[in-house]
Structure formats: structure tokens, C-alpha cells
């Protein structure tokens, strides 16, 4: 079962999404900020990150992000 962490910081977003992945199966872990985050991928490893790229805590770039940056999009 893939290991999931949802990073959203909308709680009713992040409950609905927790709900979903976990009726698909999957062992769902979820954090409101991306320092959270990084500390869970620290800790954890999952197998998956869902991010919510608009955390008010980080500012992403995703047109770079998925243009050839350091994560995979």
C-alpha cells in the first residue's frame, strides 16, 4: 500500500483528500504547512507527496517546477 503525505493547508481541502486516498487504499498521512511537510518527508519517506503548491509558509514556482527543477511535478 503506497504511502501517501497530502500537504494542504485548507482543512476542509485536507479532509476531503485524506478520505478519498484512503478509500483508494493507500496508508495516508496529512500536514497544514510545507515545514510540516519537509520534516514528515524527513521522517517518514512516503512513497507519494500530494503538495498544495499555494502554502501561504512557501513560495513555489511551478511553472519551474515543472520545467526541469529539483522535484518532479
Excluded: F, N, Y
Amino acid at each position: 500500500m503506497p504511502a501517501v503525505l497530502l500537504v494542504e493547508d485548507d482543512s476542509i481541502i485536507r479532509s476531503a483528500l485524506v478520505k478519498a486516498l484512503t478509500r483508494a487504499g493507500h496508508a495516508v498521512s496529512s500536514v497544514g504547512t510545507a515545514m510540516e511537510g519537509l520534516r514528515e518527508v524527513a521522517q517518514r519517506r512516503p512513497d507519494i507527496v500530494v503538495l498544495d503548491l499555494g502554502l501561504p509558509d512557501v513560495a513555489v514556482d511551478a511553472h519551474h517546477a515543472q520545467r526541469g527543477g529539483a522535484v518532479d511535478v
